[in-house]
T-cell receptor, first 116, second 109 residues
Framework: DAGVIQSPRHEVTEMGQEVTLRCKPI?????LFWYRQTMMRGLELLIY????????DSGMPEDRFSAKMPNASFSTLKIQPSEPRDSAVYFC??????????????FGEGSRLTVL | RKEVEQDPGPFNVPEGATVAFNCTYS??????FFWYRQDCRKEPKLLMS???SGNEDGRFTAQLNRASQYISLLIRDSKLSDSATYLC??????????FGAGTTVTVRA
């Protein structure tokens, strides 16, 4: 079975450019999460969706970040304009609602973003 | 104060040794607790849940102390393949998981 699929795996861009990260969750999963990981701050939850609806975006750092989930099989995280401090690994994860109590989130392999 | 705090390590141990480390959490209403494992440059994966009475999964033992708000993980008979970063994870509500920054373990031959 396919896991969570993220693209691109690596992105190097220049400050001020727009960055779009993509995620395809596991089929049938109704929760989707976007996390950011840095050495300094660890894994931070940015936003999560339930049935394609954003539930909690309190972790989104600022207005330069936006996320959408137009359907059950696709989500995007966009940064516009990007800044060097946005450099991090961005993980998408999904979960079936009933597995909440088991705590199992299925992560994609991550998108490693470098903003020069 | 961070929701979940861990000793970053690194814990550098020889094969066959026992290694143990803790994490503390700030929200006393947290409902569930887990350990995730993350290999270098890979995604996190669930290692085990942590139950109130403590639980084992092979060479791994997890303990929970609600009164002191800490969770522990013990690895017995360490293998080279146990080298990884171990993330302490707390579920403060039904849908959110809060991750610690991780404890790095290196097992040497």
């Amino acid at each position: 079975d396919a896991g969570v699929i993220q693209s691109p795996r690596h992105e190097v861009t220049e400050m001020g450019q727009e960055v779009t990260l993509r995620c395809k969750p596991i089929s049938g999963h109704d929760y989707l999460f976007w996390y950011r990981q840095t050495m300094m701050r660890g894994l931070e939850l940015l936003i999560y969706f339930n049935n394609n609806v954003p539930i909690d975006d309190s972790g989104m750092p600022e207005d330069r970040f936006s996320a959408k989930m137009p359907n059950a099989s696709f989500s995007t995280l966009k940064i516009q304009p990007s800044e060097p401090r946005d450099s991090a690994v961005y993980f998408c994860a999904s979960r079936l609602g009933t597995s909440g109590r088991t705590g199992e989130l299925f992560f994609g392999e991550g998108s490693r973003l470098t903003v020069l | 104060r961070k929701e979940v705090e861990q000793d970053p390590g690194p814990f550098n141990v020889p094969e066959g040794a026992t290694v143990a480390f803790n994490c503390t959490y700030s929200n006393s209403a947290s409902q569930s607790f887990f350990w995730y494992r993350q290999d270098c440059r890979k995604e996190p994966k669930l290692l085990m849940s942590v139950y109130s009475s403590g639980n084992e999964d092979g060479r791994f033992t997890a303990q929970l102390n609600r009164a002191s708000q800490y969770i522990s993980l013990l690895i017995r008979d360490s293998k080279l393949s146990d080298s990884a970063t171990y993330l302490c994870v707390v579920r403060p509500n039904d849908y959110k998981l809060s991750f610690g920054a991780g404890t790095t373990v290196t097992v040497r031959a």
